[in-house]
Each structure stands twice: as structure tokens, then as C-alpha cells.
């Protein structure tokens, strides 16, 4: 792993943490939230969310940065984060443009393929074993998962808010990452939404 990824995930973790801290809003009802009823995209977003095995083919045509949001249906903040980032129009405008979009159950059943491994559901960790690996291992809900092309997931656990979601997007989103450590691209970055 490259040193400012490091550095960006020490960062992530510290503002998730401070965020983390903050009250949702009472949730969306189940049937206008995707987090309760997967598949369904709430009215007022565009975000077209897929499922992973979707995202492996739709990498084979081109690639790009794959967002994925780790969400549980009991996780109040999961909803408060479809409520008001993913439905965001900035957001929602962006992430349609700059990625592949992933919403994921952690705790689905389902088997899940990717990159030539299977995962099930275990048990032992109430979850799909897939949330797992892209969380390293520490399962926090909801979590922002980042997998740019040719590297590893990088897991961003928390509730954020369109302000503080677009730092993150747009350094993966715009490339930055490729040449620039996150700390020098937050010097120079000015938000927008």
C-alpha cells in the first residue's frame, strides 16, 4: 500500500470519527429507501447502483473507480446517508460520471463473486465474508468503500455528509490519486457542493 494512502486513511478515519458523532435525522420509509429495499432508487437521485458482478463486467469495457456503500438494513445512519448524500444532486450527478456504484447489504446471503473468489455469509461475523474483505475486517456502518483500478479497497467507515463525501470522491474520481499523496491534494482543494 503507498504511503499516502496510508496517510489518507488515518485522515478518513480521524474525520469519520468526528462525524460519526453527529445525530441522523428520523430515516426515510422502506419504500423509498435502496438501504431497506435494495434495488429500488429513491426519486430524487440518479446514482445507477448495480451489483458487483455487474461492476466486474462493466470493468472489462472500461475501467473506473468503483464506489461502493457498505450498509446494513437496521443501520440508521446507512439511511440518513442514502437521505441526504446519495440523494444529493451533486453527488449523485458526480459519482454517475466518475464510477461504477455499488450498494452492498453487508449481511446478504447471497454468494457474491469477485475477482475469481467466492463469498458467502458467515455466521460467525453476522455478514457476508465480501464486507469483510472490503472493510479489512472492521465491520462500522455505514462504510464508503473506494476500490481505484489496480489497487486495493480502501474502506472509509462513517456517516458523510455531500461536503465531506466530496474530498474523497473527487480525489479518486478526478485521478488524483495516481500522482498526488492526499494530504497535498486536500491543500489545494476547493469544495463546491
Known amino acids: 500500500m503507498k504511503p499516502y494512502f496510508l496517510a489518507f486513511?488515518?485522515?478518513?478515519?480521524?474525520?469519520?470519527?468526528?462525524i460519526s458523532a453527529r445525530k441522523p435525522a428520523p430515516a426515510p420509509t422502506a419504500s423509498s429507501n435502496p438501504a431497506v429495499n435494495p434495488g429500488k432508487i429513491p426519486a430524487a437521485t440518479s446514482i445507477p447502483w448495480m451489483t458487483i458482478e455487474e461492476v466486474a463486467g462493466k470493468l472489462r469495457?472500461?475501467?473506473k473507480p468503483i464506489l461502493i456503500d457498505l450498509y446494513t438494513t437496521w443501520c440508521g445512519w446507512?439511511?440518513?446517508m442514502d437521505r441526504k448524500t446519495y440523494s444529493n444532486k451533486k453527488v449523485a450527478e458526480y459519482l454517475t460520471d466518475k464510477f461504477y456504484t455499488v450498494k452492498l447489504d453487508a449481511e446478504t446471503h447471497a454468494?457474491?463473486?469477485?475477482q475469481g473468489r467466492t463469498y458467502d455469509f458467515d455466521p460467525q461475523y453476522r455478514c457476508n465474508l465480501f464486507a469483510v474483505y472490503l472493510a479489512h475486517g472492521r465491520l462500522e456502518f455505514p462504510t464508503t468503500i473506494i476500490i481505484a483500478p489496480g489497487y486495493e479497497p480502501q474502506a472509509i467507515p462513517?456517516?458523510?455528509e455531500p461536503k465531506d463525501l466530496e474530498l474523497l470522491v473527487?480525489?479518486?474520481?478526478?485521478g488524483a490519486y495516481r500522482t498526488r499523496s492526499f494530504d497535498d491534494?486536500?491543500?489545494?482543494?476547493?469544495?463546491?457542493?
Request: aromatic fraction near 18%; glycine fraction near 14%.
Open 9 to 18: 486513511l488515518m485522515l478518513a478515519g480521524t474525520g469519520s470519527l468526528l
Open 61 to 63: 469495457q472500461q475501467q
Open 78 to 80: 446507512c439511511k440518513q
Open 111 to 114: 454468494t457474491i463473486n469477485w
Open 158 to 160: 462513517g456517516y458523510m
Open 170 to 174: 473527487k480525489f479518486f474520481g478526478d
Open 185 to 193: 491534494y486536500q491543500k489545494g482543494f476547493h469544495p463546491t457542493w
